[in-house]
Structures are given as C-alpha cells and as structure tokens.
C-alpha cells in the first residue's frame, strides 16, 4: 500500500497537476483535498491540453477512482461544466465528489470582492469566494452536497435564509433580501442535476481502498506559503493546503501516508500579493515569465517571477515532512543561464542585521543571499537523468544537498511525457 501526498512547496502552480496526473497511473483512488475553483491546473496528455479548477488531474485516467474530498468548496458551475467538458472528450468521469464538501454559493462571490474592496492592504484574492464558503463553513450554516440526497442533512431552505441574512450584513438594501434568496435557489437548482449522480459517502472508497492496501493519491492544491497558518498571512488562501491539511480534507490519518511528494519549480513564481524575496523586476524576470508561460490557469494574470528560493523550500519540508521533490522547469532555468550567463539560487536572508536560514514571521524584511551558477544548459533530447548537461545535474544535486531531500521527478516541458525519473 502507498498514500502519496503531492503538494506545493511554493506559492502554487509548480506543476502539481503534472505530478498527480502521472502518480496516479499506479493508483486506485485520487483526491482532491482542499480549497476551490481558486486552483487551477493544465495538464497536456497526447497533445490535449486540459485546464481544470476542480476536478483531480486523474479524472483523464478513467481506471482511477477521482474523489473530491469533504476538505473541498464546490462551486456548482465550474464543476458542472468540467463535467460537461470531459464528457466532451470522450472520457467517462470515474468521479466521486463527497457528500461532505460545502457549496461555494453566488453571495459568497459577493461578500468576497466586497471584504477585498474595504481592505486596505489586498491580498490579490481570485473573487471566488472560498474565504465566505470556509466562513459559512465555520459558521455552520453551509449547505453541503449531502444536503440534496438525504432528509437527514438538513433543511436546504433554512440554510438558504441563513445564508441570505448573512449576505445582507454586506448590502444594506432590505428589498433585495428576497433577490438573493431566489437567486440561491434557482443556483442551486440549476446545476445540482448534473452533479448529483455522482455524490456519495466518499470514506466508504477510501476506507475500502485501505483496507485492500490500494495507492492512494492525494492531490493538494495551492501551496505551503498559502496556508492560513504556515503561510504569508494575510496573503493566503482559506484552507491548509499543507500535508497535514491534505490528510485532513482528504479523511486519511498520517500513519497511512507513505511518501510526501514537494513539487517546485526550477525558479519561482507568485500570483497575486505577499512578500517574494527573490523576486526579479528586470530583464531576466520577464524571461522567466515568457519561457515558462507564467500566466495563471484560473485568472490569467502574469505570475511574478524570480529566482529559487531554496530557504522557503527547506521550512516547505520541515512543515511538510517533503520525501523527495518533483522539480519542473528544469528545462527553462537552463535556457535563462544560457541567455543571460549565469543563473542565482537564494540560500540565505539578510535580517535585521543577521544572516538567517529560515522564514520569519515579517519576511518582507528578508533580503535574500545568493549563491551564482555559471552559465546554463539545454535538456533537448533528453531521456534520463545521465542524459542531462553536467550543469543541470549540478543544480539539482545542489537542491538536493541543500534540502536534505531527494530529487525524483526532473519535469523538462508541458507533456506528460515530459518527464525524466531519477533513480
């Protein structure tokens, strides 16, 4: 039995995606575990290229169960027309979306931009209202996907009005009370036909895949520095999308874990605000951008972009309990030292008037400390580790060295393919 975790050691969009997609080829079962249609990934498989928010990557493999876990907030359309576009391509979704996982509802939307507006300090949120879906969450007033296939879950109307009471803190106008509450319903009541033939008890096909001593994989998604509490808070996201969060939302206890995969890049990106230390505001950084088509699967926006930040990566799997790494983009940063000649890797922080190996609660202080590389390599025609330019393996060897964690996955383009395995 093995229950692999796959999460970002970053700040999201490393290629977590890529990973699950290919890990789940010796799977049985394949979880989503936390946030929302926030998430985004691109996976390329035989030349398709597929963009997802919710779905698992693994739903392209139909012989692999795909589980959206009670960790997760579903927003009913996006859901509903991944289903539709899948259906599309030819392929069956093997899909299980747990009757626990809450509802990402329009006011949520609405009371998301609006807390973004009155914020003095944004912290770049995606306007998909995950932030108010956890809070009704906490709240408990939610409505879960159980809640429309048994009497037992509750009644959805009182939910609704609770809801709508809750909405109308952020918009004073009493006549739009009865707006709201028919636009809930008729949200509700739009999607919910496509979507409920696959809701169902999910602990029932884990606890069965554990039992039987199945793989298991789950699929984190957003990154360590985007946890509401590891992370650069308040420029976060609203779940924990570490490997204990992963575990969590999946409803898998630690002990089964097997193996954490970190997925990073060769260099880093961000989307949206929050400290970034190594980030590039010259020449170089629009390189980075423009050779790793850095622009976000969710909201389209142009990532930022610097260079590997290789304290962050350490605490990632101190936090994370990080087995070995998934590093992408190898084949980007090579061309970025070929072009400008050398290629920089963070390795410690000037702070307050010290030199540190770790991340500090007001890390907008840190300044980084590079260690340079000398020039850069070109991966073409590459298909195994040995088959890699000397100063490639020089540079992962010294991530490996640094982090004390094994380098396995070498990704070198956007293909499932794509793909050297270092033994």
């Given at each position: 039995?093995?229950?692999?975790?796959?999460?970002?050691?970053?700040?999201?969009?490393?290629?977590?995606?890529?990973?699950?997609?290919y890990?789940?080829?010796?799977?049985?079962?394949?979880?989503?575990?936390?946030?929302?249609?926030?998430?985004?990934?691109?996976?390329?498989?035989?030349?398709?290229?597929?963009?997802?928010?919710?779905?698992?990557?693994?739903?392209?493999?139909?012989?692999?169960?795909?589980?959206?876990?009670?960790?997760?907030?579903?927003?009913?359309?996006?859901?509903s027309?991944?289903?539709?576009?899948?259906?599309?391509?030819?392929?069956?979704?093997?899909?299980?979306?747990?009757?626990?996982?809450?509802?990402?509802?329009?006011?949520?939307?609405?009371?998301?931009?609006?807390?973004?507006?009155?914020?003095?300090?944004?912290?770049?949120?995606?306007?998909?209202?995950?932030?108010?879906?956890?809070?009704?969450?906490?709240?408990?007033?939610?409505?879960?996907?159980?809640?429309?296939?048994?009497?037992?879950?509750?009644d959805?109307?009182?939910?609704?009005?609770?809801?709508?009471?809750?909405?109308?803190?952020?918009?004073?106008?009493?006549?739009?009370?009865?707006?709201?509450?028919?636009?809930?319903?008729?949200?509700?009541?739009?999607?919910?036909?496509?979507?409920?033939?696959?809701?169902?008890d999910?602990?029932?096909?884990?606890?069965?895949?554990?039992?039987?001593?199945?793989?298991?994989?789950?699929?984190?998604?957003?990154?360590?520095?985007?946890?509401?509490?590891?992370?650069?808070?308040?420029?976060?996201?609203?779940?924990?999308?570490?490997?204990?969060?992963?575990?969590?939302?999946?409803?898998?206890?630690?002990?089964?874990?097997?193996?954490?995969?970190?997925?990073?890049?060769?260099?880093?990106?961000?989307?949206?605000?929050?400290?970034?230390?190594?980030?590039?505001?010259?020449?170089?950084?629009?390189?980075?951008?423009?050779?790793?088509?850095?622009?976000?699967?969710?909201?389209?926006?142009?990532?930022?972009?610097?260079?590997?930040?290789?304290?962050?990566?350490?605490?990632?799997?101190?936090?994370?309990?990080?087995?070995?790494?998934?590093?992408?983009?190898?084949?980007?940063?090579?061309?970025?030292?070929?072009?400008?000649?050398?290629?920089?890797?963070?390795?410690?922080?000037?702070?307050?008037?010290?030199?540190?190996?770790?991340?500090p609660?007001?890390?907008?202080?840190?300044?980084?400390?590079?260690?340079?590389?000398?020039?850069?390599?070109?991966?073409?025609?590459?298909?195994?580790?040995?088959?890699?330019?000397?100063?490639?393996?020089?540079?992962?060897?010294?991530?490996?060295e640094?982090?004390?964690?094994?380098?396995?996955y070498?990704?070198?383009?956007?293909?499932?393919?794509d793909?050297?395995?270092?033994?």
């Amino acid at each position: 039995m093995a229950v692999k975790v796959i999460i970002g050691a970053f700040w999201g969009d490393e290629g977590k995606g890529k990973c699950a997609h290919y890990e789940a080829a010796d799977a049985k079962v394949s979880i989503r575990s936390t946030g929302g249609a926030n998430a985004g990934h691109t996976i390329v498989v035989n030349g398709e290229k597929y963009a997802m928010h919710l779905l698992p990557s693994s739903i392209l493999r139909e012989d692999v169960k795909s589980v959206i876990g009670p960790g997760v907030v579903v927003d009913l359309e996006v859901i509903s027309n991944e289903i539709k576009t899948i259906k599309a391509a030819g392929i069956k979704p093997n899909l299980y979306i747990s009757d626990r996982a809450c509802i990402v509802l329009p006011t949520d939307k609405k009371m998301d931009g609006f807390v973004e507006n009155i914020r003095k300090t944004k912290v770049g949120t995606t306007n998909r209202g995950i932030g108010p879906a956890y809070a009704a969450k906490d709240h408990r007033i939610a409505i879960r996907m159980g809640d429309f296939k048994s009497v037992y879950c509750g009644d959805i109307v009182d939910k609704l009005q609770c809801n709508v009471e809750f909405a109308m803190l952020f918009d004073f106008d009493p006549y739009r009370k009865h707006q709201y509450f028919e636009k809930l319903y008729n949200y509700l009541y739009e999607y919910i036909d496509e979507i409920i033939p696959y809701i169902c008890d999910t602990q029932k096909i884990i606890n069965r895949a554990l039992s039987k001593k199945e793989t298991i994989i789950i699929e984190g998604a957003q990154a360590m520095y985007l946890d509401k509490d590891h992370g650069d808070y308040p420029y976060v996201t609203s779940s924990n999308p570490t490997a204990a969060g992963a575990c969590c939302g999946a409803g898998i206890g630690p002990m089964y874990v097997t193996d954490v995969i970190g997925v990073m890049k060769a260099y880093c990106s961000r989307v949206g605000e929050g400290p970034f230390q190594t980030e590039l505001f010259d020449e170089v950084g629009e390189k980075i951008r423009e050779l790793g088509h850095e622009y976000g699967t969710t909201t389209g926006r142009p990532r930022r972009c610097g260079w590997l930040d290789l304290v962050r990566a350490q605490n990632a799997v101190m936090v994370n309990s990080i087995s070995c790494w998934c590093v992408n983009h190898i084949d980007t940063i090579g061309k970025i030292g070929n072009q400008f000649g050398s290629i920089k890797v963070c390795t410690s922080y000037k702070y307050r008037g010290k030199e540190i190996d770790y991340v500090p609660i007001d890390s907008q202080n840190a300044k980084p400390v590079y260690k340079e590389f000398t020039g850069g390599w070109d991966t073409t025609g590459c298909k195994t580790y040995n088959d890699l330019p000397v100063n490639a393996r020089n540079y992962i060897a010294f991530i490996e060295e640094y982090t004390g964690v094994p380098v396995k996955y070498i990704g070198i383009g956007p293909a499932d393919t794509d793909v050297i395995i270092k033994k």
